[in-house]
């Protein structure tokens, strides 16, 4: 007797970089098939290009048979539409750091950072919508006229998959994204108009906020679509995050986040309190400095990534008393956003490629296990670092996290992870269950810190460093 065909779902990942769609059997999460498609470089680039990416990544048919689909995708953009629906000017995107300046007034004119963190639970940095529509409002006053409606990028694209389909009806969003515009609650899953007044002068209209496994709507072929998400809400869930567990990704940028059923308030606005993709919340701490920070050192060392790791690995751990702050383009935590790259400590005994490659390693982790203590500072349980993002790949990463970290790191086989949460996602709404469904993830290492120190040095250097080159 045949086997029953099995239901099919889709997830996209529309980043920084590329569009990605994968399609997995809903009820185990297996990928059946993918495709992808590059987006154009840059920190500002219209949301058409996403549109054009994702057609070319579900071209031949992808999407035959696919039953659901759901959307994961940079946070924070600001996709500008007018009364029409028409884009006003190409998408700010959350590593555009020109609104700077807009962050800082925006931060001053409430009270403080700690005035923001109370309304929306997030301090502000030039990331967020909010200081995008402020920026527009103050630079392009005739693009701010026209606005009626900020979109952010998964919510655009959402609604493309709905209109080519015929069954869009509104925009709307999840609480995950809507929770990294600057002008939305997550502790009150509410926006704060006064908030989009004070940025652009009017209130503005903002998709709805659906609930995590609601419909967004089908298209005409019955296809259902759901929510979607931002990229680290759809990454949490495409790994099933455990109690204890602490996300480290090495992307484009780097992130670090947790889940957490209450949210979490950090008093020094360095852990954004966003919401997470499964209805709880999901404390974040970002920087724009990850991945890119390899590529960097390796272009500088004349070599690739490969040979990167090559010469990394060759030094000792602390690479020399060479010290790296990896702030190549600006900073978002701590946020220094008109910050560049610092060498510390450097000696003629202490010049080589080596060392050079090895600081680059451990600066760029060294960032990030700041997000991690101070995810435990806020009373979360940090038992196991799960790390995932292309620079996860790197052997000398591999070598140097866990004596950073200081406890266990765990890699999952690669993956395309926000797209398999954003198909989860989709299976869930389809299935219309209290949770979503119960997939498989595969580790291929579980590395275990050293049993010597070496890490406390490393980390007491790169904070000195800190303190020097950028005194709070």
């Known amino acids: 007797m045949p086997d029953a065909p099995r239901t099919l779902v889709a997830g996209v990942d529309s980043s920084t970089q590329s569009t990605k769609v994968v399609v997995c059997d809903a009820t185990t999460g297996e990928m059946v098939r993918s495709g992808r498609a590059p987006h154009p470089d840059?920190?500002?680039?219209?949301?058409?290009?996403?549109?054009?990416?994702?057609?070319?990544?579900?071209?031949?048919?992808?999407?035959?048979?696919?039953?659901?689909?759901?959307?994961?995708?940079q946070q924070h953009g600001m996709c500008a539409l007018d009364d029409q629906g028409d884009v006003v000017r190409d998408a700010l995107l959350w590593n555009d750091t020109r609104s700077a300046q807009a962050a800082r007034d925006l931060t001053d004119e409430l009270g403080g950072p700690q005035e923001w963190v109370r309304r929306t639970g997030s301090a502000l940095v030039p990331s967020f919508t909010v200081t995008k529509v402020r920026w527009l409002a103050e630079h392009e006053p005739d693009?701010?006229?026209?606005?009626?409606?900020?979109?952010?990028?998964?919510d655009w694209l959402t609604a493309q998959i709905l209109k080519q389909g015929n069954g869009f009806e509104r925009y709307t969003t999840d609480r995950g994204d809507a929770s990294g515009t600057g002008y939305f609650s997550s502790s009150t899953d509410s926006y704060l108009p006064d908030l989009q007044e004070l940025a652009l002068g009017r209130v503005f209209g903002?998709?709805?906020?659906?609930?995590?496994?609601?419909?967004?709507?089908?298209?005409?072929?019955?296809?259902?679509?759901?929510?979607?998400?931002?990229?680290?809400?759809?990454?949490?869930?495409?790994?099933?995050?455990?109690?204890?567990?602490?996300?480290?990704?090495?992307?484009?940028?780097?992130?670090?986040?947790?889940?957490?059923?209450?949210?979490?308030?950090?008093?020094?606005?360095?852990?954004?309190?966003?919401a997470s993709a499964s209805g709880g919340h999901l404390p974040l701490m970002a920087t724009l400095n990850a991945a890119r920070v390899l590529t960097?050192?390796?272009?500088?060392?004349?070599?690739?990534?490969?040979?990167?790791?090559?010469?990394?690995?060759?030094?000792?751990?602390?690479?020399?008393?060479?010290?790296?702050?990896?702030?190549?383009?600006?900073?978002?935590?701590?946020?220094?956003?008109?910050a560049t790259g610092t060498l510390g400590g450097l000696t003629r005994s202490n010049a080589t490629p080596e060392n050079l490659a090895r600081a680059a390693v451990e600066g760029m982790l060294a960032n990030l296990?700041?997000?991690?203590?101070?995810?435990?500072?806020?009373?979360?349980?940090?038992?196991?670092?799960?790390?995932?993002?292309?620079?996860?790949?790197?052997?000398?990463?591999?070598?140097?996290?866990?004596?950073?970290?200081?406890?266990?790191?765990?890699?999952?086989?690669?993956?395309?992870?926000?797209?398999?949460?954003?198909?989860?996602?989709?299976?869930?709404?389809?299935?219309?269950?209290?949770?979503?469904?119960?997939?498989?993830?595969?580790?291929?290492?579980?590395?275990?810190?050293?049993?010597?120190?070496?890490?406390?040095?490393?980390?007491?250097?790169?904070?000195?460093?800190?303190?020097?080159?950028?005194?709070?």
Request: hydrophobic share 45%.
């Open 42 to 73: 840059g920190t500002a680039v219209h949301p058409d290009r996403w549109w054009e990416a994702f057609t070319v990544a579900t071209a031949d048919g992808l999407l035959d048979d696919v039953a659901a689909i759901a959307v994961g995708g």
């Open 143 to 154: 693009n701010a006229a026209r606005v009626h409606d900020v979109v952010l990028p998964h």
């Open 206 to 274: 903002v998709p709805a906020v659906l609930r995590p496994s609601e419909i967004a709507g089908r298209t005409e072929g019955g296809m259902v679509v759901g929510p979607g998400t931002g990229d680290n809400a759809g990454a949490a869930l495409g790994l099933g995050l455990r109690h204890g567990d602490v996300v480290v990704s090495l992307g484009t940028s780097g992130a670090v986040f947790a889940d957490a059923d209450q949210p979490v308030a950090d008093p020094n606005g360095l852990i954004a309190s966003f």
């Open 296 to 338: 960097a050192a390796a272009k500088l060392l004349g070599t690739d990534l490969a040979g990167l790791d090559r010469l990394a690995l060759a030094a000792e751990p602390g690479a020399g008393g060479l010290t790296l702050l990896p702030y190549l383009d600006g900073e978002r935590s701590p946020n220094l956003p008109d």
């Open 369 to 472: 296990v700041a997000g991690v203590s101070d995810v435990r500072r806020l009373g979360l349980p940090v038992e196991r670092v799960v790390l995932i993002g292309g620079a996860a790949r790197s052997e000398a990463v591999r070598a140097v996290a866990p004596g950073l970290f200081g406890v266990p790191v765990a890699i999952p086989e690669p993956g395309e992870y926000v797209g398999l949460g954003a198909a989860r996602q989709a299976a869930w709404v389809l299935g219309g269950s209290a949770a979503p469904p119960e997939w498989e993830v595969r580790y291929e290492a579980t590395l275990d810190p050293p049993a010597d120190d070496v890490g406390a040095s490393v980390l007491d250097r790169y904070a000195g460093l800190l303190a020097t080159v950028h005194p709070s």
